[in-house]
């Protein structure tokens, strides 16, 4: 403080003083004593008058008044303007865009009011005359046009691309279609014999003349016309954002919504319509359990405290505070509007077998569009000055070069001088969190792809980024494979979309209420939406009984889901053995992963060996999904991981993925064999840096702000990406759940989670085996072959542990008896677990 103070009070009047004293010196006029300039050859007689003569300078001072009063109205009008123009920035995006729209609809209604009736009047008749003469027999139709443009600028606000597509659409449809009216009433000529502009208006108009003559005078009229229902129909094309060769799948769309719609399959409340897309998700519907950013805090709006309040930071002068605001406005991304892109999407799907009869995916419509991303606010500029004062306090010779807001938080960027460590910044985290009042403050150094650091400060007013905007994405939608899932939007508000077959196994983790179920309802979901039962198949595991019941029926489940821990295990080992089974079916055949195995499938390129009954099958993707391992690991670890290890071994090749959620990211559940074979992971906010290396190898995920905002490390990466993970409600799932239900009933298979028959334990044993085993592993273990120990540490009588001796005698695990002697053990510590397999029979 008392090295700032000095220092922002000379600076600032320093630098006024400065500019107060260089604008005056513009005016100053030249001393008496200073030479002037030669005179020019063409002003000689003029100049060679030393003084003039008072008529002359009585006009010469008029004139400078009047240029004098000019400029200063010409600077009043002009700082008006820009007044005007900053006030009009600094309006509410969602006013100016209505402004925009109303503007429109008045200049429609003044247009309708001259065209459309036959008004009196010097100006109605000049505009009636020069839209007539431009737009000929359509002119009628510009103010219906200016009015469907009013109300998409009003209707949809955030989607001002599509609207600008239209509206070339639709120029394209009008001039193409002027040309044909021009061309179908001879071509007139505005001027000539037999023409002028009474014929134009009453044919094309300007616009038709000008599209239509220049080919007609090289070409004839029935090359011409069509020529000209071509650009129509590129207008038609542009304005329904269809592709040519999409327009068979936009042709049967539209069949399906004129024929089809009534025979629905959804069961609807009567006398309430299912809702259509435009409410962003979970938009405080009752009814709808979760809420985006739910909290059960209720305050005043922080934001728009934050947003409105004037806050004077120390330090920095006026013009500097411009400046910096303008480098951060221009560095910032102007803020997109999410895609609403109908995106090309497969109308039907493989057929399933000849009785199932096609399946349809889920319509996109099901899942709600987010908020569009919010523009700069003040509080980013407050931020920004905040930045600038810390690193002025400590004399860092560094700048803030800009910012990016994301949907959850903002990433403001600093540059370093030459030869500035680091390290002066970073050691600075604690200043900044305080002077930017926000404990969630999470540095980067650098950002990865750039030379400078980023302060990523959470946002008092999130973006809501829904699941449907994630799916609906170019970048989704360009990729059909069926284990593609939205995740979310990173810190610059691009997507992110992942290929569940390529992590090829996701650890999830985080603390209660940090969005650890929404995510995972967003990856079923994807699938849902993306992928016929044909294509993924799933094995859903939910100790905790609620969290995935709502998908219980869905055809792509292979049996019902699982909540006893115990089956769990179970039904881990039943995959392992399709793994096997896979694996078998892979190496007989010669391929090395199953998509190449489903492929020569497909084209009928795979015999059976001969001899052999088995018809060969495409295999679908397996995807197991384990909602809260923890659960798991308390009632079986052991079996638990290894069937993980295996499986997240072997799996990838067979198409097999697993996804392992827990709020538990301590080392007992999250061990290290599973973290060494779960090479993707998605850390939500956890409570510790211990929980966050856990997850991540690193610290980060304890400076997350929760609900959904999540560190990102997909296999390879050394960096984390940070991501606000796509929300889908509960309620749209349902919906979507429904639909799959009514596609196709599920079918279980009985051995999934049933009792593996596998075992073939020796009868003599019996019911002893857990017994024996344990007998088995401490002897061994010990190399001690005591009797009475297996009395004590087993607690059994002597006539159990006798027995439990001789069955490990009869097994050649210890020697004879020796009297009161311990037996010799036979097998080494090291050969244990072939020994242990051995004695269940595996
Ligand atoms: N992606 C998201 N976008 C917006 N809000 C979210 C998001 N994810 C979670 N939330 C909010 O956070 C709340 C808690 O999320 P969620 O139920 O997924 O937490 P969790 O980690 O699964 O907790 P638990 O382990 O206790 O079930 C949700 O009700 C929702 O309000």
């Given at each position: 403080?008392?090295?700032?103070?000095?220092?922002?009070?000379?600076?600032?009047?320093?630098?006024?003083?400065?500019?107060?004293?260089?604008?005056?010196?513009?005016?100053?006029?030249?001393?008496?004593?200073?030479?002037?300039?030669?005179?020019?050859?063409?002003?000689?007689?003029?100049?060679?008058?030393?003084?003039?003569?008072?008529?002359?300078?009585?006009?010469?001072?008029?004139?400078?008044?009047?240029?004098?009063?000019?400029?200063?109205?010409?600077?009043?009008?002009?700082?008006?303007?820009?007044?005007?123009?900053?006030?009009?920035?600094?309006?509410?995006?969602?006013?100016?865009?209505?402004?925009?729209?109303?503007?429109?609809?008045?200049?429609?209604?003044?247009?309708?009011?001259?065209?459309?009736?036959?008004?009196?009047?010097?100006?109605?008749?000049?505009?009636?005359?020069?839209?007539?003469?431009?737009?000929?027999?359509?002119?009628?139709?510009?103010?219906?046009?200016?009015?469907?443009?009013a109300w998409r600028y009003m209707r949809h606000p955030d989607q001002n691309a599509d609207t600008g597509r239209m509206v070339i659409g639709w120029a394209a449809l009008l001039v193409g279609v002027l040309g044909v009216i021009h061309v179908a009433n001879d071509t007139p000529y505005p001027a000539g014999e037999g023409q002028g502009m009474d014929k134009v208006s009453a044919a094309g108009g300007m616009v038709g003349f000008i599209v239509s003559a220049p080919?007609?005078?090289?070409?004839?009229?029935?090359?011409?016309?069509?020529?000209?229902?071509?650009?129509?129909?590129?207008?038609?094309?542009?304005?329904?954002?269809?592709?040519?060769?999409?327009?068979?799948?936009?042709?049967?769309?539209?069949?399906?919504?004129?024929?089809?719609?009534?025979?629905?399959?959804?069961?609807?409340?009567?006398?309430?319509r299912r809702p259509r897309t435009k409410k962003p998700a979970g938009d405080g519907e009752g009814g709808d359990g979760v809420k985006p950013y739910d909290t059960p805090v209720l305050s005043e709006k922080d934001k728009e405290r934050a947003d409105h309040s004037p806050e004077i930071v120390p330090g920095l002068t006026d013009e500097e505070d411009a400046a910096v605001a303008a480098a951060a406005e221009a560095e910032r991304r102007p803020p997109e509007p999410p895609l609403p892109t109908p995106a090309p999407r497969k109308v039907e799907q493989l057929v399933l077998s000849p009785q199932a009869g096609p399946y349809a995916l889920p319509d996109l419509q099901f899942l709600k569009p987010g908020s569009a991303p919010k523009p700069q606010t003040k509080a980013n500029t407050t931020v920004v000055n905040a930045l600038t004062s810390v690193l002025e306090q400590f004399s860092i010779d560094a700048q803030v070069i800009g910012f990016t807001r994301g949907p959850t938080v903002t990433r403001y960027e600093i540059e370093l001088g030459p030869a500035v460590k680091v390290e002066k910044v970073t050691a600075l985290t604690k200043n900044i969190a305080y002077a930017v009042k926000s404990a969630d403050v999470r540095i980067l150094s650098p950002i990865p792809g750039k030379s400078a650091i980023g302060v990523e400060i959470p946002n008092a007013d999130k973006d809501l980024v829904a699941l449907g905007d994630v799916l609906r994405s170019q970048v989704a939608q360009a990729d059909h494979h069926p284990m593609i899932v939205g995740l979310g939007k990173d810190v610059e508000g691009r997507t992110i979309v992942a290929n569940l077959a390529k992590m090829p196994h996701l650890l999830i983790a985080g603390a209660t209420g940090a969005g650890k179920s929404v995510c995972v309802n967003g990856l079923i979901t994807s699938i849902l939406m993306r992928s016929t039962p044909d294509e993924v198949r799933m094995v859903l595991v939910d100790p905790k009984r609620v969290e995935l019941s709502v998908y219980e029926g869905i055809p792509h489940l292979i049996t019902p889901i699982i909540t006893n821990p115990k089956k769990a295990a179970e039904a881990l080992e039943w995959v392992v053995g399709e793994m096997d089974r896979r694996y078998d079916d892979l190496a007989a055949s010669g391929f090395r992963h199953v998509d190449e195995f489903n492929k020569a499938v497909r084209a009928g390129k795979l015999q059976p060996p001969p001899g052999s009954e088995r018809v060969y099958q495409p295999y679908p993707y397996l995807l197991v999904i384990v909602d809260e391992l923890a659960d798991l690991m308390m009632v079986a670890p052991r079996d638990v991981e290894d069937s993980i290890v295996r499986i997240t071994q072997l799996a990838r090749a067979a198409g097999i993925h697993l996804v392992i959620a827990t709020q538990r990211p301590s080392v007992d559940v999250v061990t290290g064999l599973i973290k060494a074979n779960v090479p993707s992971r998605l850390a939500f906010a956890v409570s510790s840096l211990t929980d966050s290396r856990v997850i991540l190898d690193q610290p980060g995920a304890d400076k997350l702000v929760g609900q959904g905002d999540a560190l990102f490390l997909p296999m390879g990466a050394s960096k984390p990406i940070r991501i606000q993970n796509a929300f889908v409600s509960e309620k749209e799932i349902a919906e979507i759940v429904a639909h799959c239900k009514a596609q196709m009933q599920v079918e279980y298979r009985e051995d999934v989670a049933a009792a593996p028959v596998k075992r073939e334990i020796d009868e003599e044993i019996g019911d002893d085996l857990d017994l024996l085993i344990q007998a088995a592993e401490l002897i061994v273990t010990t190399q001690f072959g005591s009797t009475s120990m297996l009395q004590r540490k087993l607690r059994v009588g002597f006539a159990k542990a006798g027995r439990l001796m001789d069955l490990l005698e009869s097994r050649n695990v210890v020697g004879p008896s020796e009297g009161s002697k311990a037996r010799e053990v036979l097998v080494k510590p090291d050969d244990l677990p072939g020994l242990l397999a051995d004695l269940r029979g595996e």
């Open positions: 403080m008392a090295t700032r103070t000095p220092k922002s009070a000379s600076k600032g009047p320093a630098k006024r003083s400065a500019s107060a004293r260089s604008t005056p010196a513009k005016r100053t006029p030249a001393p008496a004593g200073r030479p002037r300039p030669k005179p020019r050859a063409g002003a000689s007689r003029k100049s060679s008058v030393a003084h003039p003569d008072p008529i002359s300078w009585v006009f010469t001072m008029i004139g400078k008044l009047i240029v004098g009063l000019w400029m200063l109205f010409a600077g009043g009008v002009g700082s008006m303007a820009r007044a005007l123009g900053n006030n009009a920035r600094e309006l509410d995006p969602a006013h100016r865009r209505d402004g925009l729209g109303l503007a429109w609809l008045a200049a429609a209604i003044v247009l309708a009011s001259m065209t459309w009736r036959n008004a009196d009047g010097a100006v109605s008749g000049v505009v009636n005359a020069t839209v007539r003469g431009v737009f000929g027999s359509l002119a009628w139709a510009l103010p219906l046009l200016l009015g469907l443009l080919p007609m005078s090289i070409l004839p009229s029935w090359i011409t016309i069509p020529l000209l229902l071509l650009l129509s129909a590129f207008g038609v094309l542009v304005i329904t954002a269809t592709p040519v060769h999409r327009i068979p799948e936009r042709l049967a769309e539209l069949r399906h919504m004129l024929f089809e719609r009534q025979s629905d399959p959804l069961p609807r409340e009567p006398g309430r």
